[in-house]
């Protein structure tokens, strides 16, 4: 299982956001998209998801060519994307929305316990950190063929961000992760890691190539 961008280009009016960029996820496994803000890791998420148009190049997944496949359709054949902001519906409850989700939220609370005695709450109403932990919530219930995350600890303490990756990476599924830096708490696991710099790829290797490169992380 793949999914891939070729040679893909992105536009936002005037300006150029992903200028050619190729790169390939296999799952199940984990591929790290990183960059600065402005650097295009969203923008390459997004266009795997379906959500923003490429103006050149393909999205290919599995084999097949989905660059015309609206985003509401590659949800259909299994893809979650789970974006840095508006994840949650902020108008339903944390039941309502992991019940979008699992007709058992039982299920999906076992991610994350602390989301139980908020169930009646409007989402809206939570902290970053609890509504990003019930956007991840419901996307490790759907039972996902490719789970594409942006930004997945943003708001949340080092232990519960911990253990958001340690969930992430134990999905048996293709799981991309848009991040800044590499997370520490994936340090030794093994991955695929994409660097982007300014709509470009600059670096494609393992972890432990990029610390070489780099320095450490």
Do not use: K
Request: glycine fraction near 12%; aromatic fraction near 4%.
């Amino acid at each position: 299982m793949t999914i891939s961008l070729r040679h893909a280009r992105v536009r936002y009016g005037p300006v150029e956001a992903l200028h050619g960029v190729t790169l390939a996820a296999p799952g199940p496994g984990l591929t790290l998209l990183l960059g600065r803000n402005g650097s295009g890791r969203t923008t390459a998420l997004r266009a795997l998801a379906g959500t923003v148009a490429l103006s050149g190049g393909a999205v290919v997944w599995d084999g097949v060519d989905v660059t015309r496949v609206p985003a509401d359709r590659r949800a259909g054949r299994g893809l979650c994307l789970v974006p840095e902001r508006q994840a949650v519906f902020g108008s339903l409850t944390v039941r309502e929305n992991l019940e979008l989700g699992a007709s058992d939220p039982e299920a999906a609370l076992d991610a994350y316990p602390q989301l139980r005695p908020l169930l009646p709450r409007r989402a809206g109403t939570l902290s970053g950190g609890e509504q990003r932990m019930l956007a991840l919530s419901r996307a490790l219930s759907t039972h996902a063929r490719v789970v594409l995350v942006d930004d997945a600890a943003q708001g949340m303490s080092p232990s519960v961000a911990a253990r958001t990756y340690d969930l992430l990476a134990a999905l048996h599924a293709c799981v991309v992760l848009a991040e800044q830096r590499p997370p520490p708490a994936l340090r030794g696991r093994p991955a695929v890691v994409y660097e982007l710099r300014r709509g470009q790829v600059v670096f494609a290797g393992e972890p432990g190539e990029l610390e070489r490169r780099s320095g450490p992380v």
